[in-house]
T-cell receptor, first 109, second 114 residues
Framework: QKEVEQDPGPLSVPEGAIVSLNCTYS??????FMWYRQYSRKGPELLMY????GNKEDGRFTAQVDKSSKYISLFIRDSQPSDSATYLC?????????FGAGTTVTVRA | GAGVSQSPSNKVTEKGKDVELRCDPI?????LYWYRQSLGQGLEFLIY????????KSGLPSDRFSAERTGGSVSTLTIQRTQQEDSAVYLC????????????FGPGTRLTVT
């Protein structure tokens, strides 16, 4: 079993909708949590980084971490067609990132 | 500023040949990582370099894989006697902190072994 589980989707939403993405993890030592966005045939791009539990907001993006339930979330408000990509969650307690499988998101114009 | 760069972007090789993949990290980043991304396995950690410390090679899948980092900057990942299961995208990342929670990835090298 992978240390970070993520539903691969795909997820399709209309433009302007809220996109909700989730991951669960099993390693209680994880304390760093990240979301990456990956466009087709490109490298992952760091979107959000969170340390320990809590919320972090950056523009239309909000990341949440609940360590008690080992749950990681990313919300994208007012989604745009340019948000269509694969979103990868990742977690670590040191330098080795453990990644989820990635969720493919399509925002329909 | 310039991000992580990797070359070549695509590599097609015959089974049994050796390949070398190159990574140029972000200037000033002391930590460098290699990951492999494949359809069945997702993104997997391969190896980690930090400054002059011994690298963490715990993610390398076999002894056919090796990597080095010269002068604390450029890194080369070498795969000897390539097999079809080595086909994947090889991604390099770098970070400025010892605990690399903010890792910045390059565009990757897509390796196809025929």
């Amino acid at each position: 079993q992978k240390e970070v589980e993520q539903d691969p989707g795909p997820l399709s939403v209309p433009e302007g909708a809220i996109v909700s993405l989730n991951c669960t993890y099993s390693n209680s030592a994880f304390q760093y949590f990240m979301w990456y966005r990956q466009y087709s045939r490109k490298g992952p791009e760091l979107l959000m980084y969170t340390y320990s539990s809590g919320n972090k907001e950056d523009g239309r993006f909000t990341a949440q971490v609940d360590k008690s339930s080992k749950y990681i979330s990313l919300f994208i408000r007012d989604s745009q067609p340019s948000d269509s990509a694969t979103y990868l969650c990742a977690a670590s307690n040191d330098y080795k990132l453990s990644f989820g499988a990635g969720t493919t998101v399509t925002v329909r114009a | 500023g310039a991000g992580v760069s990797q070359s070549p972007s695509n590599k097609v090789t015959e089974k049994g040949k050796d390949v070398e993949l190159r990574c140029d990290p972000i200037s000033g980043h002391t930590a460098l990582y290699w990951y492999r991304q494949s359809l069945g396995q997702g993104l997997e950690f391969l190896i980690y370099f930090q400054g002059n410390s011994a690298p963490d090679k715990s993610g390398l899948p076999s002894d056919r894989f090796s990597a080095e980092r010269t002068g604390g900057s450029v890194s080369t990942l070498t795969i000897q006697r390539t097999q079809q299961e080595d086909s994947a995208v090889y991604l390099c990342a770098s970070s400025s902190d010892r605990v690399g929670n903010e890792q910045y990835f390059g565009p990757g090298t897509r390796l196809t072994v025929t």
